[in-house]
C-alpha cells in the first residue's frame, strides 16, 4: 500500500477510511496477511513526516498482518 499525509499529519481524504480501519483493528484479525506500507512525504513537516504510513504499519502489524518488507518512504 502507498500513502501519503498532510501537512497536518493527517490522512488525505481518501485515506480516511482505510486509516481508521486500520486503527480499530483487534489483534490476530489480519493473521498472516502479508502486506508492506510505502510513505510518501515532505521532510518540511518534520513534526508529522511518515505519520500516517508508521500508523498503518503499527495497526496491521499488532493484528497480525505478515510485513514482506519493512515500511519504505521518499520524500518530496
Known amino acids: 500500500m502507498t ?3 498532510r501537512d497536518s499529519g ?3 481524504d481518501n485515506a480516511r ?3 481508521t480501519w486500520t486503527e480499530g483493528l ?3 484479525t489480519r493473521a498472516g496477511v502479508r502486506y508492506t ?3 510518501n512525504g515532505n521532510k518540511d513537516w518534520a513534526r508529522t513526516y511518515q ?3 508508521k ?3 503499527v495497526g496491521l502489524e499488532a493484528a497480525g498482518g505478515v510485513r514482506i518488507y519493512y515500511m519504505a518512504d ?3
Open 51 to 53: 505519520e500516517v504510513p
Open 3 to 5: 500513502t501519503s499525509l
Open 37 to 39: 506500507v510505502f510513505g
Open 17 to 19: 477510511k482505510f486509516m
Open 26 to 28: 483487534q489483534p490476530g
Open 10 to 12: 493527517q490522512p488525505p
Open 55 to 57: 500508523a498503518i504499519d
Open 74 to 76: 521518499i520524500f518530496t
